[in-house]
T-cell receptor
């Protein structure tokens, strides 16, 4: 089964509007971390935001917030006031704790295009 | 200062050749990783080293051999390159193997012709 599912291969949003990128995950581990990364066309992976499974509050970093719904196993990324520079591929990722090794498992990504 | 650096950024080579990609981190982290991003943008873990010791080795052809001379470096050597090896390879590091956060390098785009 897919551990991380991003059901939106592509999204469009008008500049200055908010957009939500969906992410659902599957794990039986009580301790895990959820991440969002941005990959612009230049190719680098940029860390955006992190949510721990035991965190009570939703994570926020500037214009990024993570809508964490633990019972639904969803970790959607909300970008407020979209900017043209937000156009990029966005990856949701999870780190579980399988034994002593922890690795990131990535979703398939969502290509976000911000329209002027 | 670049936290996680990779060289080269681009690598174009012919089938059958042997090539290496180097990764260095100046964060003082104990754990380093190699990920492969294929043409469909899917990212998958390949290897992880903790303090120079291999801790994750996913199902990767044995033509791929990671080497960690010290905990700040994790190099990836690929023998007998094949067309299917064309991808972007990312190095990453984390403070230790139990940490959640990871920091990525800029990636190396490998093209095998």
């Amino acid at each position: 089964a897919q551990k991380i599912t991003q059901t939106q291969p592509g999204m469009f949003v008008q500049e200055k509007e908010a957009v939500t990128l969906d992410c659902t995950y599957d794990t039986s581990d009580p301790s895990y971390g959820l991440f969002w990364y941005k990959q612009p066309s230049s190719g680098e992976m940029i860390f955006l935001i992190y949510q721990g499974s035991y965190d009570q509050q939703n994570a926020t970093e500037g214009r990024y917030s993570l809508n964490f719904q633990k019972a639904r196993k969803s970790a959607n990324l909300v970008i407020s006031a979209s900017q043209l520079g937000d156009s990029a591929m966005y990856f949701c990722a999870m780190r579980e704790a399988p034994g002593s090794a922890r690795q990131l498992t990535f979703g398939s990504g969502t290509q976000l295009t911000v329209l002027p | 200062d670049t936290a996680v650096s990779q060289t080269p950024k681009y690598l174009v080579t012919q089938m059958g050749n042997d090539k290496s990609i180097k990764c260095e981190q100046n964060l003082g982290h104990d754990t380093m990783y190699w990920y492969k991003q294929d043409s469909k943008k899917f990212l998958k873990i390949m290897f992880s080293y903790n303090n120079k010791e291999l801790i994750i080795n996913e199902t990767v052809p044995n033509r791929f051999s990671p080497k960690s001379p010290d905990k700040a470096h994790l190099n990836l050597h690929i023998n007998s390159l094949e067309l299917g090896d064309s991808a972007v390879y990312f190095c990453a590091s984390s403070p230790d193997s139990s940490s959640y956060e990871q920091y990525f390098g800029p990636g190396t785009r490998l093209t095998v012709t």
